[in-house]
C-alpha cells in the first residue's frame, strides 16, 4: 500500500490560503502534501487506486511502481474504488480518461450521482462502473473487498440529500495470501458501532483524520461560530470526549494512522501540542509516498 496523498481538499499549502500553517509550507519550513489518495495491491504487479484526486497525475509520476510500461500504453493501475462521490475524491477519474479497460467501483447512489462525469468518460474509453457493494468481490492481483455504509454525508453539489440514503462507505480489503486485513475510512461524520466492529478484526485502519478539534476551522477563518465550518463539512474532529482518538482507544493492537489532514489541523505541525497527543496515543501521520505492507 502506497499513501499518494494525505491531505483533504485542496492540498496543503492551499492555492488560496494564507494561514500560519500553509506559510510554513510555502517558506519550506513544513512538507507539502498532495490530496488524499492511495495505492494497493495484492502482488506488486496490479494496483488499485483508493479514490481519485484531483492531483493524481502529479501522485502516479511520484510512484515508481505506478510508471506505465513495460508496453508504450500499458500500465500497472487497473481501477479505482471509490468510497463516495465527493469533488475531491472523483474529479482524478478525468486524468485518468485516456487508460484503457479501467474498473471503477463504487455504492449505487455514487454510481448514479456520477452519472454525468461517467458519460464524459465513456467518450474516451469504454470503462467498466462496478457495485462496490456486492460483499467480497476480487480485484485483479487477489485482494478482496467489502464496502460498509457508514454515513449520510452527501456532496454539496447534491441540492436535497436525504438522511436514509448512506453516501459514503468504510472499505474493508484482505488479503487472503498473508492473511491482513486493512480497513479504509477517510470520510467520517461521526463514529458508527459499525467502524467499531470492521476495526475490531483489522490489523490496520486510515481514518479521517481531517480536523484535530472542534473549533479549529472556525477559529481559522474567524467565524462567529467556531462550530459551523466544521458542522457543514461533516467530518467527525480527533480531540474530544466525543472524537475519534477517544474511540481509538478501544482498539489499542490496531495499527491506526490519520490522512485528510485540513491545512489548519495542527498535525500538520510536528513539534505541536496536538501532534505529540496523538503520537502519545499510539497513533500516526504519515506522509506522502509512505508505504505500508499489511
Known sequence: MILLGTAAGGGFPQ?????????SARNGELPSRSQECVAISGNSRDWWLLNASPDIRTQLLATPALRPGPGPRETPVRGVLLTDAEVDHTMG???LRG??????YASPVVLDALLPLRGLLTRYRPWKWQDSTVPGFELAGGLRVFAHPISAKAPKYIATPSPSIHWVTALRIEDPVTGGVFVYA???ANWPAALDNLLASADCALLDGTFFSAQELGAAVHSQDPDAGQSLMGHLPI????????AL???????RIYTHLNNTNPLLE?????????????VEVLPDGAELTV
Open 93 to 95: 477519474l478525468a486524468i
Open 270 to 282: 510536528p513539534s505541536s501540542t496536538a501532534s505529540a497527543l496523538v503520537a502519545q496515543a499510539g
Open 249 to 255: 482507544t478501544r482498539h489499542p493492537g490496531l495499527r
Open 239 to 246: 480531540a474530544g470526549p466525543s472524537g475519534s482518538l477517544a
Open 99 to 104: 487508460a484503457a479497460d479501467l474498473t471503477v
Open 15 to 23: 492555492w488560496d490560503c494564507a494561514c500560519e500553517l500553509c506559510l
Open 186 to 188: 477517510p470520510c467520517l
